[in-house]
Each structure stands twice: as C-alpha cells, then as structure tokens.
C-alpha cells in the first residue's frame, strides 16, 4: 500500500519496497538482518506510517543512530575491552555541558521537562505534554554503549575509546524536527539479565497475561506467561518464551491439563508458538484488562508501557528506555536487537505481554482521546512485545528495573502470526 497520507513529507518512504532501500537497519547495510524472518518489511512500514509525523521522524532517527552506533562497536571494542553492547536512548538534559545547556534548554525543556521532573507518562501529567511528538519539539536521542558492572571503577579506561559524538547522517530534515547531525554517546552499565521463568500455578482460562506450563518428555516442568493468542493460517496458536516453552514436542499445561503441543522455536528471538488442542477454549482478551490489545506498535523511546504478567499482574507506569540493542555477535549472526523498557517483573512473568500505555489515570486517556482520537485509536493498549528477562534479583514491590523485551512484529513476521487484536 503506498503512502499518501496528508501529512506525508518528502523524507519518507512510500511503499515497503521503498522501506527496504532505504531503512537503516535493512538489508542494504545488515545483510543477514535483511534475510532474517524476523525482518518484516511490510510489517514494519505499515505500523510506522500510522503513526503522527514526529513521532515516525523520532523512530527513524532511532534507526539511523543505531546502525551508526553498530558500524562504530567493532572499532571501540578493538580500543578496549570490556563493551558488551550498543543501543539508542533518551538523553537526558542534565548531561549537557553549561554551554549545551545555554543553547537547547529553551527549546527542548519545555516538553521534556515536564515529562520527566513532573509525574511523567504515568502520572498525571498531561499526554502528550505540550506538543510531544510534534514538530519543534522532539524527545531529545542519544548512542550509548553498555558496560558491566564490574566496569564501574574502570570508566576512565572505557571512555577514551569511544567518541563522545558521533556524526550520524540522515535523510531526515534534521532542523525541522530539532535534531542535530552530531550524537552524543553514552556510557550505561548493562543489567546480566536473567529469564523470569518459574511462577504459580496457572488458571483455568487460556488468556494473555495468565501462567502458562510446558512439561518436556523427561518430566521437567517450567512455568511462565503466555503472552498472545494468535493464528498461524487456520491453526490457532499461543505465544510466548522460547525459554518457558522449550522445543517440540513439549507440551502446555494449564490448570494441570494439556491445552497445547510446542511446534516451533526460534532461540535467536528467544520465542515459541504452540498448536492449541481443538477442544480446548481460547479468549483473546488480556487477562485482567478483559479488552482486545490494540495492533501491534513499533517500540519507541519514551512510549509508556503497561506489562501484564502471571505473578506481578498488571504493571503500569513503565516506559520504553532503549531501543535496537544488539552485540557485536548478534550483528555478525543476523540476531534481531532488543529494547529495553522500565518496569516492575518477577519471577514467572517471562513471556508477559507489553502493551502501549496512556497513563495510570482514566481522565489521561480521555485527555488524548479528545485531543487526537487517531492516535488514541492506535496507541490505547497496543501490542508493543514480550518480555524476555530482567535482572538478576527480581526487583522489590513497587521498584522500577530495567527489562529486556522482544518486539510483537518480529515475531509476528517471524512466525507468520495474525495477532487477534482489535479491528
């Protein structure tokens, strides 16, 4: 379908064919990514241009700096040891220099000051708050490079080694947007993250959001969260952590019944579909909300997220913190990126389904109900992806960590699903 929506820009691409020429993390410049599965041309051009236009200008840019930063690792990781990863974030104002901060706070603070330092995208602060996502006022991007922990007191060695700034060209109208050529790049300690697998027993409906179990042929029983009902074809299937479900022919339980045989698992996403049984009843509903998810979403620095999972339940007021994070072994094997958002998960939550968020509140949803019912109607409990794991020790009640998470149109493209989500 070509692209011919009113507030079209020249920049932007017009068809997925034009997509895969010119996306940044295509097949041009990563060629295995490009042949991956996961990689959905379509998929992805038809979910960017629904979106308003400052929020596609915000995603592509996400693109382009984080094919810069994965051209650049293999150099810095040849400089010193000790970099596990790169990816895109937020940068925070309160990094800049007093000279920086002279010439951009007028222009950017204030949008994001008032996201961040109020009660941001989960309070009751308004969405968005004053003109996020439009033009002249864009959430300000940053490279970083993830260390170990066990790097902290070694900064100094790791941070001559890599640029501060990192010219990124675009075929983005940079000024327009209120982005710059030049990015800086950060230093940010990597989580060892860990699988989220375990869990209580499961309930007796099959929904997202509920425990789910996979017994192996030689008895061993792993529990999790189921994140989706899908269909693959005519076949009914349900989705969730290659981790939890493990290969075929392991089989799923739930409420100590078998409902499902694993078919599929794919240990680069981390992911595994399941045929469902025919006599066993499905509901599509997300366990706890009882409403469709709305169609899958490209993750995007600074979306609120809501995360349900079958221990901690309903999780809100978390964000998007880093998008396409990938290894040097990852780019050379043609793995997909991660993202990372911030949240709350514990143990058997791995496999809990993500979803766009429009704040803890009801009056924010209605507040962007009247102020953009297009975009409310794309991003009201979106399907944004799974989680995959969390850190070492499971967060304490009502504590925000950093959780890493797979993307709903990677897998989607990358088992061939039709998500039931709605109209």
Do not use: C
């Amino acid at each position: 379908m070509a692209f011919a929506d009113r507030d079209s820009q020249p920049w932007e691409p017009r068809t997925p064919e034009e997509w895969i020429g010119a996306d940044p993390l295509g097949p041009s410049q990563f060629p295995l990514w490009g042949a991956s599965r996961a990689y959905a041309p379509d998929a992805l051009f038809e979910t960017w241009r629904q979106l308003p236009e400052g929020l596609r200008a915000q995603t592509w840019r996400e693109r382009e700096i984080a094919a810069a930063l994965f051209q650049q690792l293999p150099r810095w990781q040849a400089r010193a040891a000790g970099m596990l990863a790169a990816g895109v974030i937020l940068f925070d104002p309160q990094w800049w220099g007093f000279g920086d901060a002279l010439l951009r706070s007028a222009r950017f603070r204030k949008t994001y000051d008032p996201w961040r330092y109020g009660n941001g995208p989960d309070g009751n602060a308004p969405f968005p708050p004053n003109g996020w996502w439009v033009i002249g006022a864009p959430l300000p991007l940053a490279g970083a490079v993830f260390y170990p922990e066990s790097e902290t007191r070694d900064l100094e060695r790791l941070r001559p080694a890599i640029d501060e700034r990192l010219p990124v060209p675009s075929r983005l109208p940079l000024e327009r947007y209120g982005l710059a050529v030049t990015v800086p790049v950060t230093l940010q300690p990597a989580i060892p993250y860990r699988f989220y697998s375990a869990g209580s027993a499961p309930a007796t409906a099959l929904q997202s959001g509920q425990s789910i179990q996979a017994l192996n042929p030689m008895g061993h029983m792993t529990s999790g969260t189921l994140m989706a009902i899908a269909d693959q074809g005519p076949r009914p299937v349900l989705v969730g952590a290659g981790h939890v479900f493990g290969d075929p022919p392991n089989a799923l339980r739930n409420a100590y019944q078998k409902v499902a045989d694993v078919i599929d698992h794919d240990r680069q996403l981390d992911t595994a579909i399941a045929a469902v049984y025919s006599s066993q009843i499905l509901d599509a509903t997300v366990n706890g909300l009882g409403i469709l998810p709305g169609g899958p979403i490209l993750p995007a620095l600074g979306l609120s997220v809501q995360l349900i999972g079958a221990v901690s339940g309903r999780q809100r007021g978390g964000l998007v913190r880093s998008t396409h994070v990938a290894t040097s072994g990852m780019i050379h094997l043609g793995v997909p990126p991660f993202f990372e958002i911030v949240g709350h998960a514990q143990d058997g939550d791995s496999g809990a389904v993500l979803l766009a968020d429009m704040g803890s509140s009801p009056s924010q949803a209605s507040a962007l109900v009247q102020q953009n019912p297009a975009l409310a109607a794309l991003l009201v409990d979106a399907l944004m992806g799974m989680l995959v794991a969390g850190p070492p020790t499971p967060p304490a009640p009502g504590r925000q960590v950093r959780l890493l998470a797979r993307s709903a149109l990677e897998i989607g493209a990358r088992f061939g699903l039709t998500w039931r989500v709605r109209p």
